[in-house]
Nanobody, 128 residues
Framework: QVQLVESGGGLVQAGGSLRLSCAAS????????MGWFRQAPGKEREFVAA????????YYVDSVKGRFTISRDNAKNTVYLQMNSLKPEDTAVYSC?????????????????????WGKGTLVTVSS
């Protein structure tokens, strides 16, 4: 049974930082590209960042470039999202997703319903 479990969310002031983690189990982690997505209140889920299965390629939505960094540790079956210079508009539930042997750019553009696996998410609230 595949599980993706996010952690690290919380309440932070604007300008602050958080690091999210997504621990995977039940799959061969190194075969999967991993992505972070977010859903703000009243809005659709959107792509944030993705990383290739070996970690050599990443892709970001423009609104987080230069502030967020995605990384992975295949020995720990974990993907991370370091979020710096947080803004109130970053407030959302952040979820990780896994897709078998695809590219980060494909994860950014594919149908969310076609993603192989999803975590349940962790809430990030940025106060102004």
């Amino acid at each position: 049974q595949v599980q993706l479990v996010e952690s690290g969310g919380g309440l932070v002031q604007a300008g602050g930082s958080l690091r999210l983690s997504c621990a995977a189990s039940g799959l061969t982690f190194s075969y999967y590209a991993m992505g972070w997505f977010r859903q703000a209140p009243g809005k659709e889920r959107e792509f944030v960042a993705a990383i290739s299965w070996a970690g050599g390629s990443t892709y970001y939505v423009d609104s987080v470039k230069g502030r967020f960094t995605i990384s992975r540790d295949n020995a720990k079956n974990t993907v991370y999202l370091q979020m710096n210079s947080l803004k109130p508009e970053d407030t959302a539930v952040y979820s990780c997703a896994a897709e078998f042997r695809t590219t980060p750019m494909t994860m950014a553009t594919m149908s969310l319903g076609d993603m192989d696996y999803w975590g349940k998410g962790t809430l990030v609230t940025v106060s102004s």
